[in-house]
C-alpha cells in the first residue's frame, strides 16, 4: 500500500483529500502545516507527498527546500496544490522540482491522475533499476553483493574470486575484517544506504581478503529498498594491479622488488598492503581538505584544466561553459584557496594534491 502525505492547512480539503485517497487505498498521513509536514515526512517516509504552497511556518517551496536536504527524499514526488497561479509561482515550482501543480479549485479525478502517474513513473523507474542489478549480478568484472536485514545474502562468483570467502564465509565474517584502512567509511557508507540517509555512495576502500592481502578497490552502494524491507546493492571494482606501487613512491618500489628478487612474497606482500593503505589514507586527507574548502565539483574540472594551462577560452569551450562562467569559477577558487592569483593557485593544488 502506498502512502501519502497530505500537508494542508485548510482542514476541510485536507480531510476530504485523505478521505477519498484511503477510499481508493492509499495508506494517508495529514499535517496541518509546513512544519507539521516537515517532521511526517521525516517520521514516515511517505511515497509521495501533496503540499499547499501558502500556509503557516514553512510553506511548499520551503518544504521542498528542507526535504532535498534529505537524499532520502531525492526520487519522493511532490504535488502542489495551490490557489496561486501565477507564471512566476510554476517556474519556481518546477524549478524545485516539483512532480505536478495543480491549481484550486480543482476536480479529485485531476489530483488522483496526477498521483497514479507520478507513482507509476516512480515504480517503473525502481523496475529499471532492478534489471540493471539483475545485470551487474553476472558482470564478471565486478565484486556485486546484496545487504538485505542488515547483512550481506548473495554475492556474484567475481566477490567470491576477489574476496576468497564463500557466502556462508561471509555470513559469518565481522563485516570489519572485510576492510582495512577506512572500514568505518566503507560500514558507514553500506549503513547509511540501508537506513536510507544516502541513496547512493562512492568510496575507495581496501578489501582485506580471505588470504589477508589488500586489494585497493571502489566501492559503490545504492539503496534499493521496497515496501517490504529494506536492502542494499552494493558493488566493488578492483583498481588495476599494474599501475599499484606506482603511487606508493620509488622507495617503497624498490623495497617490493628487493624481497620479490629473494622470493620473500610473504614479507612483500605485507609492504604492499601497507602501502595501499598509507596511500589511501592519502587521498583521504586530500579528500577532507576539498571538502573543507567546499569546492564543488565543477569547480574542480575549472582547476584541473587551469593546472594543464589551458585558458579561459579553452576551458570555456572544453566544459561548454561561458568565459564569464569559467571567470566565476576562477575567481570562487581564488576566494576559497585564500591564493592571489593563477600561479598561486596552481601551487597550493599541486602542494595540496587536490589534483591527479
Avoid: W
Amino acid at each position: 500500500m502506498k502512502k501519502i502525505l497530505i500537508i494542508e492547512d485548510e482542514k476541510d480539503i485536507r480531510e476530504s483529500v485523505a478521505d477519498i485517497l484511503r477510499l481508493h487505498n492509499y495508506k494517508v498521513v495529514e499535517a496541518a502545516n509546513g512544519n507539521e509536514g516537515l517532521i511526517a515526512a521525516l517520521s514516515h517516509f511517505p511515497d509521495l507527498i501533496i503540499s499547499d504552497v501558502l500556509m503557516p511556518g514553512f510553506d511548499g517551496f520551503q518544504l521542498m527546500e528542507h526535504l532535498q536536504n534529505n537524499k532520502r527524499f531525492f526520487n519522493v514526488p511532490i504535488i502542489f496544490l495551490t490557489a496561486k497561479s501565477q507564471p512566476d509561482d510554476f517556474r519556481k515550482g518546477l524549478k524545485l522540482g516539483a512532480a505536478d501543480y495543480i491549481t484550486k479549485p480543482f476536480k479529485m479525478e485531476e489530483l488522483l491522475a496526477s498521483i497514479k502517474k507520478q507513482l507509476t513513473k516512480i515504480e517503473n523507474q525502481r523496475q529499471v533499476e532492478q534489471n540493471y542489478f539483475l545485470l551487474a549480478f553476472e558482470n564478471p568484472f565486478i565484486g556485486v553483493f546484496y545487504f538485505v536485514n542488515e547483512e550481506i545474502t548473495q554475492v556474484n562468483q567475481k566477490f567470491v574470486q576477489m574476496t576468497g570467502y564463500s557466502l556462508p564465509e561471509i555470513k559469518r565474517l565481522n563485516m570489519e575484517n572485510l576492510f582495512a584502512g577506512n572500514s568505518n567509511d566503507s560500514i558507514a557508507a553500506i549503513m547509511d544506504c540501508y537506513k536510507g540517509i544516502r541513496s547512493e555512495v562512492f568510496v575507495d576502500t581496501i578489501i582485506i581478503t580471505k588470504e589477508k592481502q589488500a586489494l585497493e578497490a571502489t566501492l559503490y552502494v545504492k539503496n534499493i529498498s521496497t515496501e517490504e524491507t529494506n536492502a542494499v546493492f552494493g558493488n566493488f571494482y578492483h583498481k588495476a594491479n599494474t599501475v599499484e606501487t606506482e603511487s606508493n613512491g620509488n622507495e617503497i618500489h624498490s623495497l617490493i622488488e628487493f624481497f620479490r628478487s629473494t622470493d620473500n612474497m610473504k614479507v612483500m606482500q605485507e609492504v604492499m598492503n601497507a602501502s595501499k593503505i598509507l596511500d589511501l589514507e592519502e587521498k583521504k586527507k586530500q579528500t577532507a581538505l576539498q571538502e573543507k574548502i567546499s569546492i564543488t565539483a565543477r569547480e574542480m574540472d575549472v582547476l584541473r584544466l587551469i593546472c594543464d594551462g589551458l585558458t579561459n577560452n579553452e576551458i570555456a569551450e572544453k566544459l561548454f561553459l561561458s568565459n564569464r562562467t569559467v571567470d566565476n569559477h576562477r575567481a570562487s577558487l581564488l576566494l576559497k584557496t585564500e591564493t592571489k592569483n593563477t600561479a598561486a593557485l596552481v601551487a597550493f593544488a599541486i602542494k595540496n594534491k587536490l589534483i591527479d
